[in-house]
């Protein structure tokens, strides 16, 4: 059973940082893409970003710069490095991955970031 646990999440002044980190259990193979979403209040989900088996990443234009995604492929760990935080960047934030050899995209259960102005 696939299965991904977030943390790192907290409250954080606005011009703080934060590193969220998320591990996946139960695939033999480990992980192709991964990725970090957010759901803001009020919001639908959105894509932060993403990163491939490979280390190639897309990043969502409104963290460009700000946020770096990163992961470990023997720990089956995938990293978000957030710094210069904003009050827009609140939300629910959610660890996703697809197992090698599979096509179903595995959700955790999110970390909550908070950003106080």
């Known amino acids: 059973q696939v299965q991904l646990v977030e943390s790192g999440g907290g409250l954080v002044q606005a011009g703080g940082s934060l590193r969220l980190s998320c591990t996946g259990s139960?695939?033999?193979?480990?992980?192709?893409?991964m990725g970090w979403y957010r759901q803001g209040p009020g919001k639908q989900r959105e894509l932060v970003a993403t990163i491939t088996r490979g280390g190639q990443t897309n990043i969502a234009y409104s963290v460009k710069g700000r946020f770096t995604i990163t992961r470990d492929n023997a720990k089956n760990a995938v990293f978000l490095q957030m710094n210069s935080l904003k009050p827009e960047d609140t939300g629910v934030y959610y660890c996703?991955?697809?197992?090698?050899?599979?096509?179903?995209?595995?959700w955790g259960q999110g970390t909550q970031v908070t950003v106080s102005s």
């Open positions: 996703n991955a697809v197992p090698r050899y599979d096509t179903w995209t595995y």
């Open positions: 139960g695939s033999i193979f480990g992980f192709d893409d």
